[in-house]
């Protein structure tokens, strides 16, 4: 069935260096590869995303590559900072509204 | 233009009792969908609705879960007779049309099963 496997669970770096979390999907009808961060007790707030015609997209600190043939994805963060500290998902879906299937999540923390 | 509203915010109940969680989706929006966030793992896809009818329930557990979303009014998860195992935030979103326009998540509903 639909599946997708995030890793690290858990990422511990110190502030100003680059954090990487990759996950990879079983689905080879996904098409729309979105990431959250959720802060403790919120909502999921979306980040980023990107489609399956383009291999990588930036936006600032945050850059996301994508590997349709090998189905993975990834989420770099340079220049981390505290306030980057948050638990992060992936997802994948068909089409950008629709039912997400998300990774199991990693938690990054960002040392001061 | 309010975001997706979702209540209540908490909800304790006894086990054995009904769980009511309600959805407004953003304006204009009619597709929900409704995930499962169990404490400290990721969000599980339960159900995917549009007005009137459900479109996606692969993810409903067999007994006990419903969902509906009715031509006027908010979405509606119910689960009936909680177990201690139902504890956990549930999150819905809704998107404009369930095609190539942003989901909006809302701010989740913390249920607690005593």
């Known amino acids: 069935g639909e599946n997708v496997e995030q890793h690290p669970s858990t990422l511990s770096v110190q502030e100003g260096d680059s954090a990487v979390i990759k996950c990879t999907y079983s689905?080879?009808?996904?098409?729309?590869f979105p990431w959250y961060k959720q802060e403790l007790g919120k909502r999921p707030q979306l980040i980023i995303d990107i489609r399956s015609n383009v291999g990588e997209k930036k936006d600032q600190r945050i850059a996301v590559t994508l590997n349709k043939t090998a189905k993975h994805f990834s989420l770099h963060i340079t220049e981390t900072q505290p306030e980057d500290s948050a638990v992060y998902f992936c997802a994948a879906s068909i089409i950008q509204g629709g039912k997400l299937i998300f990774g199991q999540g990693t938690e990054l923390s960002v040392k001061p | 233009n309010a975001g997706v509203m979702q209540n209540p915010r908490h909800l304790v109940r006894r086990r054995g009792q009904e769980a009511r969680l309600r959805c407004s989706p953003m304006k204009g929006h009619s597709h929900v969908y409704w995930y499962r966030q169990l404490p400290e793992e990721g969000l599980k896809f339960m159900v995917y609705l549009q007005k009137e009818n459900i479109i996606d329930e692969s993810g409903m557990p067999k007994e006990r879960f419903s969902a509906e979303f009715p031509k006027e009014g908010p979405s509606i998860l119910r689960i009936q007779q909680v177990v201690r195992g139902d504890s956990a935030a549930y999150f819905c979103?809704?998107?404009?049309?369930?095609?190539?326009?942003?989901?909006?998540f809302g701010q989740g509903t913390r249920l607690t099963v005593v």
């Open positions: 689905d080879s009808a996904s098409n729309y």
């Open positions: 979103a809704s998107s404009l049309d369930g095609g190539n326009t942003e989901a909006f």
